[in-house]
């Protein structure tokens, strides 16, 4: 068993066993699946988020493995990404409370509680109107290269996100978005691997999924090679004459990615 229980929640269930005090713990649910929850509660004026999984069982194992996928068996990722990217000075969530209990991935108990990052705007949000009314060239430079550096320290450090897009970045709106002060905070790391370095496989589907994201918000060319240069820590003609490939990569592989988007999200498809 591991368990790690800080303030308020080291106080909140003194003397009581935090497995069944997690699962009692109420607020607004985000999501209730079978094998995980996730809601928003509040201590003390203070909001959390809950992550709480319960096993999904050997036959969703293999099934997800005959299928490519890498389930996720429990907090643990999530846990040791958040602790992996605070070593390296990636900004994002705090964790307050781990626990894991059972050897069984089947059915190992399992949960994560992160304190809330509020006052916040994804980062998709905040720049769903750029096409219309376009940000300051010096803070649209400024958010690529800040998207740039965490995503390469990320990287370096041997962490890949799996669902890395631009609405799990947090703009922190505590005082006014300028283009020398600001905060980005990445989140939702339940998926997210952790080694001693990335593979080159999924650092390459890291790297699709963001400038798929970020296709619809009036990025140029300019802007991703800029994004490149910051990422890789080299002279841009460095990054074009050893990276030409990857380039090409991404670009077809943001155009499928697009076009299953169309398909699963095209009109009367999800009804």
Not at 115 to 143: I, M
Not at 150 to 172: E, P, S
Not at 216 to 234: A, E, K, N, P, S
Request: net charge positive; hydrophobic share 40%; glycine share 8%.
């Amino acid at each position: 068993m591991k368990l790690i229980v800080a303030e308020p929640f080291k106080t909140l269930w003194a003397d009581r066993d935090p497995f069944e005090a997690v699962e009692q713990l109420q607020g607004q649910v985000y999501r209730e699946l079978e094998g995980r929850r996730t809601l928003r509660t509040e201590v003390d004026g203070r909001g959390y988020f809950v992550k709480i999984h319960r096993g999904i069982g050997w036959g969703e194992i293999v099934k997800n493995l005959g299928t490519a996928k890498l389930p996720v068996l429990g907090a643990g990722q999530e846990w040791r990404a958040i602790q992996r990217l605070h070593d390296v000075g990636v900004p994002t969530m705090t964790a307050v409370a781990y626990g894991e209990r059972g050897s069984n991935p089947a059915t190992q108990h399992s949960f994560i509680i992160t304190e809330e990052l509020a006052p916040t705007v994804s980062l998709e949000d905040f720049s769903a109107n750029w096409l219309e009314q376009p940000p300051s060239p010096a803070l649209k430079r400024a958010l690529i290269a800040e998207v740039a550096r965490m995503a390469g320290t990320m990287h370096r450090a041997g962490v890949n996100h799996r669902d890395f897009y631009i609405c799990h970045f947090l703009l922190h709106t505590n005082k006014p978005v300028i283009a020398n002060d600001f905060k980005l905070s990445v989140i939702d790391l339940h998926r997210a691997q952790v080694r001693s370095e990335t593979p080159r496989r999924w650092r390459d589907k890291d790297l699709a999924g963001l400038y798929f994201s970020a296709l619809g918000i009036g990025l140029t060319q300019r802007d991703t090679l800029r994004f490149l240069q910051v990422y890789f820590q080299r002279p841009l003609r460095e990054v074009l004459r050893d990276n030409a490939s990857l380039i090409s990569w991404l670009q077809r592989k943001s155009g499928k990615l697009q076009r299953r988007f169309e398909r699963k999200y095209a009109t009367g498809a999800h009804e």
